[in-house]
């Protein structure tokens, strides 16, 4: 296994829309679980392969305390969603900021596990915006371009400017 590394935002590979996944085999077996891998040593709660530049449709979450509750979504779509919440969101992309989006409250999504098989899912709180931020970035989408010009373009030159500072 291995830890990949991360895209920080604003690199414009985060915009790159992923492909779905014709065959769920060994290799993407194994980027699953490098994934999974790097979203435990971030630490964070979710992943999306369009991070770790490679752009397919899977995304790995795992909302619970002691790493136990790992969810794996292939070819993910959302089929139903209602309500709405405010959601204080982070991401490893965008280390260091915290905003309030606008989510569906619940969702039901669809999508293949890492065996290639289809499964359904209902859910609400915490998973339900956790599974639209991770399939928003598949969508090459960050959780920032739903803020202000503005406050998007002071994230983006703070992030910069800490990209600069960390360069040899
Ligand atoms: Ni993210």
């Given at each position: 296994?291995?830890?990949?590394?991360?895209?920080?935002?604003?690199?414009?590979r985060?915009?790159?829309?992923?492909?779905?996944?014709?065959?769920?085999?060994?290799?993407?077996?194994?980027?699953?679980?490098?994934?999974a891998?790097?979203?435990?040593?971030?630490?964070?709660?979710?992943?999306a392969?369009?991070?770790?530049?490679?752009h397919?449709?899977?995304?790995?979450?795992?909302t619970?305390?002691?790493?136990?509750?790992?969810?794996?979504?292939?070819?993910?779509?959302?089929?139903?969603r209602?309500?709405?919440?405010?959601?204080?969101?982070?991401?490893?992309s965008v280390?260091?900021?915290?905003?309030?989006?606008?989510?569906?409250?619940?969702?039901?999504?669809?999508?293949?596990?890492?065996?290639?098989?289809?499964?359904?899912?209902?859910?609400?709180?915490?998973?339900?915006?956790?599974?639209?931020?991770?399939?928003?970035?598949?969508?090459?989408?960050?959780?920032?371009?739903?803020?202000?010009?503005?406050?998007?373009?002071?994230?983006k030159?703070?992030?910069?400017?800490q990209?600069?500072?960390?360069?040899?």
């Open positions: 296994m291995a830890v990949l590394p991360i895209l920080r935002f604003p690199n414009s985060l915009h790159i829309k992923a492909t779905p996944v014709v065959a769920v085999d060994d290799s993407i077996r194994q980027l699953v679980r490098d994934m891998e790097t979203m435990y040593a971030a630490p964070g709660i979710g992943l392969a369009t991070q770790v530049d490679v397919k449709q899977i995304a790995v979450i795992d619970s305390d002691d790493h136990s509750g790992l969810l794996v979504f292939i070819n993910a779509r959302i089929i139903e209602s309500g709405e919440c405010d959601s204080e969101e982070g991401c490893l280390p260091g900021v915290h905003e309030k989006v606008k989510r569906s409250e619940w969702i039901k999504v669809r999508a293949l596990n890492e065996k290639g098989e289809p499964f359904e899912l209902e859910a609400d709180g915490l998973l339900a915006v956790c599974i639209q931020h991770e399939l928003d970035h598949l969508d090459g989408k960050v959780f920032v371009e739903y803020l202000s010009r503005l406050k998007q373009s002071r994230i030159s703070r992030l910069l400017k990209a600069q500072d960390a360069a040899p």
